[in-house]
């Protein structure tokens, strides 16, 4: 559906809000009704075991058939369920259409908790022309379509864990499509402003903010341009960051910006729209190219002065599987003669810049006045809880980093931290091969260590030694000169404070 054909969504929502609270059509008494086989059938995209499970499942069973399933759904059925929303104000304001003696949905409605209770997000259906598969809070499969609106997918998912949801005042959701980041932030912020460049995403987005009865400044325009000069406590932004050709086929994901040009623009461009202590949490994409750091890249992003910044590399894609993921989320088979061309085009536009590979992972900003602090890492292993308060708790230790001299300080080991030894046999018995520091809570994070390392954090007590007068005494301890291990001593407890591993007393 081009970008000018926008849906008159608005004037049905509240008359559509009271239908889902009449119904319940909510996420929890989604997972009641089916029961947890069957709404683990709807997550894996099989709708048999959710039909029978729903067969009696009166007006919620039909909402779910219709907007869950993609089902056709008798007039009568879908005018019972939609009640006191008139059928034909549904078909109308765009949400169902006509199809043979019955309706089927013509947008996707569907409930997500997001941590506060159940909110209803709009967004367009998927290639299919029925629901997504991924169940009330599953991913959104993509629409060739250049005006798709995406539902709640798994890069919305991850960024709503990524978040802090500490209160503010003031958050900008940079690119809200379908409003989902807006939805979720309002639980913690007073005031709530979205932008898109889309118009038919800004209209879904309205439509979800009023199912939701939240107040939402909506404005219209391109990257920064609708808030010139405006600052924000938060930032919150899933731009289009797909790395290729600088052209845009898909509003929702192509930036026409070169390569990683989007997640550039956005990184230098948050730090001038927050306020002092104000934070970004962002979903970003940068290029590998052969024989520069990653690292580097990104860091290159950040001015010198004013920002803490913490990047968090979570996958690697190879250019091939990149090209053939995202031309399949764009409903392009990589075998057919139009995948082939792009492939072929995508794939010699990556090799010309040298590209070996796609990182993609969360950027976490902080406007500060101070030299900046940049850390970029890899966080490539299983993380199933929210980023989020990690975030937080990292800038949190950046700034007593910062402001705390670390020899003249006393630290103790985070009681969920463990060192752990690793040995192999050989024929003089189990030979230690290296040991490691192990965070057994929060992002698990790891660090090698040596004898003296351990040694030194062993002697680690609230009211003991300061890490400076540790230090001399494992000097005197091991025949070291005085002052030599001074330098490798605060790098190693600069690392594990930062990643929680040994905390301030």
Known sequence: MPDHSIPEVLPACGALRTAFLRTGYHADSILALLGADAHAALGRGEPVPVRRAVNDGGDLGTL??????????????????????????????????????????????????TGTGTSWLVSDLDGDRRSPAGGPMGAAPAHADPAYVPGVGQASLSLLRATPTASVGSVLDLGTGCGVQAVHVHG?????????????ARALAAAS????????????????EPVAGREFDQIVANPPFVVGPARVRHIYRDSGLDLDGASELVIRGAPAHLTPG??????????????????????????EHGVDAWVVQRDVADPALYVGT????????????????????????LERADVEGIGFGYVTLRRTDQPSDVLAEDLLHSYPDPLGPEALAYLQRVVWLRDNDLLSSRFVVAAATTLQQVSV??????????????RGDGPAWQHEIDELGTALLAGMRSAGLTLGGLVTMLEAANGEPSGSLQVGAVALVDGLVRHGLVLPA
């Open 64 to 113: 779910v058939r219709l907007f869950l399933l993609g089902d056709t759904c008798s007039m009568e059925e879908a005018g019972a369920a939609l009640a006191p929303l008139p059928l034909d104000a549904a078909v109308d304001a765009g949400l169902v259409r006509p199809y043979g003696v019955g309706v089927r949905a013509a947008l996707d409605v569907r409930p997500l908790d």
């Open 188 to 200: 913690h912020a007073h005031r709530v402003t979205a932008t898109d460049v889309s118009a038919r």
């Open 209 to 224: 903010f009023a199912l939701n009865e939240m107040n939402v400044e909506l404005l219209g325009g391109s990257w920064f």
């Open 278 to 303: 104000g934070t970004a949490s962002l979903l970003a994409s940068w290029v590998h190219v052969r024989g520069e750091q990653w690292r580097a890249r990104v860091a290159s992003w950040i001015p």
């Open 326 to 349: 995202w031309l399949r989320d764009a409903g392009i088979d990589p075998g057919s003669t139009e995948g082939v061309a792009r492939s072929e085009e995508w794939l010699e536009h």
């Open 425 to 438: 046999p050989s024929e003089h018995g189990w030979e230690q091969v290296v040991a490691r520091l192990h």
